[in-house]
């Protein structure tokens, strides 16, 4: 558990979230606390619901039921001018990194921060480039194209490219898949660093245990849009439910 | 039925919202201009090549039927004004459409697909404002510029072959060809292709931003962009020349 964890402080909190498409009923009553300095691992089968969970905490969708609370502010009483002065706050990791294609990797870097941070000189720019592509150790990538990106290299510009605004909270979409075992270790590292480096708070959606494991201060099992089961990784998987024994038992043999 | 009411409606809004942001601060004139540069200046090489060889070949088409009456001196003044009138706005929309409207749609559809749009939306930039308003307005301003050129390289190609054969002076040439042309024609090809231009970027934006289903849908949102743009041009020219006949006489 990280020292640093202000359990009381909730910087997102979820209560009653409900949230339909169609006749598919995919968050069935979502109640969540993240506490400021924590990192909390969402685990889930593919189509549980995690990625639906973490775009209404980033404003993206919006809750059939329910309120989401945001760093003091309900989101989706928020007009478009108040929701994008709040994401200055929020880093958003995508699954697919989501990195602009016709930009080289220092143009993605400056595109939100110019957009932002107006009152920056050209030398502040740059020197907060240099600092975030330092951070997630690829310096030498900043005249490269994205598609010259290896995966994890994406991921990692992917995550330079919110930090550089210096959220309070990080979500992070699948951050390890798609990726060999010692790239994602590399990643669960850097979120980790993340965390301890610029103090952030972060909801991470992962069907990854060793992602889950290093990562989380605690983990919670979303199955079928409830959740079955929190705490901490070994409390979640000291458990005689079948739907959480089944996830651990088939994540183990796809990973062995 | 229902479907078709829903996505005109869907289309009804995205116009709205066109308009809406466009006119609201901050706005975004670096994407503006270089949407500018990659609609207008990237397309002047096959402007020019397919104005030249419209007119080239128009005349050469039309010179064996007014030959048969003795009359090729019309020559200059009957392409003039199927040049300005007819082919220079419709020639210039059609192949932007082709050129350009496909472009936006595979472009934004795969910039939504890949989820560039929503990392462009939670990093607090506006991407409808960035991607949708600035590619608009570029087709919107660009095509009018570049029908007025392809009028005049079109001009060009005729006049190589009236040269050819009748050896009129240039300035013989421009002389006839503008007696039959007023500023009423001028004002109706740059009216038309500020309708064509808008139309191109709304087609594109609209089907690209909308695009859904992976790289299908890419494909089939280019695909869309192009094949709308072209009929609603069609549409649009047969409107606006009877619209514009009823004030001629």
């Not at chain 1, 309900?74 to 200055?88: A, G, M, V």
């Not at chain 2, 009804?12 to 466009?22: K, N």
């Not at chain 2, 109706?188 to 087609?203: N, P």
Request: charged share 20%; aromatic share 10%; net charge neutral.
């Amino acid at each position: 558990m990280h020292p640093g964890i202000d359990r009381g402080n909730a910087v997102v909190s979820l209560r009653s979230v409900k949230k339909a498409f169609g006749s598919l009923q995919v968050l069935k009553g979502i109640d969540l606390d993240v506490w400021k300095g924590e990192n909390i691992v969402i685990l889930g089968r593919s189509g549980s619901g995690k990625s639906v969970l973490i775009k209404i905490i980033a404003g993206l969708l919006k809750p059939d039921q329910g309120t989401v609370n945001v760093l003091g502010k309900e989101i989706d009483r928020l007009d478009p001018h108040e929701l994008r002065e709040l994401r200055t706050r929020i880093g958003f990791s995508f699954q697919s990194s989501a990195l602009y294609d016709g930009m080289n990797v220092r143009d993605n870097l400056e595109f939100p921060l110019v957009r932002n941070k107006r009152h920056l000189s050209r030398k502040e720019i740059d020197q907060a480039i240099a600092k975030v592509l330092d951070d997630v150790g690829l310096s030498q990538t900043i005249r490269q194209m994205p598609s010259e990106l290896s995966g994890g290299q994406k991921k990692r510009i992917g995550i330079a490219r919110t930090l550089i605004l210096q959220p309070e909270i990080m979500l992070y979409d699948e951050p390890t898949a798609g990726l060999d075992p010692v790239t994602s270790g590399d990643i669960n590292d850097l979120i980790n660093e993340v965390q301890q480096r610029y103090n952030t708070s972060a909801v991470i959606i992962t069907h990854d245990l060793t992602c889950a494991k290093t990562t989380g201060d605690r983990v919670v099992m979303l199955s079928e849009g409830c959740f079955l089961r929190q705490g901490s990784f070994g409390d979640v998987f000291d458990s005689d439910d079948p739907r959480i024994k089944n996830f651990y038992t088939y994540n183990f043999i796809s990973d062995s | 039925m229902k479907d078709l009411i829903l996505r005109i409606y869907d289309i009804y809004q995205f116009m709205l919202r066109f308009f809406r942001e466009a006119f609201i601060p901050p706005y975004e004139y670096k994407e503006v201009l270089n949407q500018f540069y990659e609609v207008g200046i990237r397309s002047l090489a096959i402007i020019t090549l397919t104005g030249f060889i419209t007119g080239l070949v128009f005349t050469k088409q039309s010179r064996s039927s007014l030959a048969e009456f003795g009359a090729t001196s019309w020559l200059p003044s009957l392409m003039a004004i199927a040049i300005i009138r007819a082919l220079a706005p419709l020639v210039t929309a059609l192949i932007i459409a082709g050129k350009v409207g496909s472009n936006i749609g595979a472009e934004l559809g795969s910039m939504k697909v890949t989820e560039q749009i929503e990392a462009m939306e939670v990093s607090s930039t506006n991407p409808f404002k960035f991607l949708v308003v600035s590619r608009i307005l570029a087709t919107t301003c660009i095509v009018p510029v570049l029908a007025s050129y392809m009028g005049f390289v079109a001009m060009m190609g005729a006049y190589l072959n009236v040269y050819r054969n009748e050896q009129t002076s240039f300035t013989s040439f421009f002389q006839q060809a503008f007696m039959k042309i007023s500023f009423f024609d001028i004002w109706t090809l740059v009216f038309k292709s500020l309708v064509y231009g808008f139309t191109i970027g709304m087609a594109g934006s609209f089907n690209g931003y909308n695009a859904s289903q992976g790289t299908v849908g890419v494909g089939r949102a280019a695909n869309t962009s192009v094949v709308v743009s072209m009929f609603l041009i069609f549409v649009e020219e047969m409107i606006i020349v009877q619209v514009q006949n009823s004030f001629r006489f």
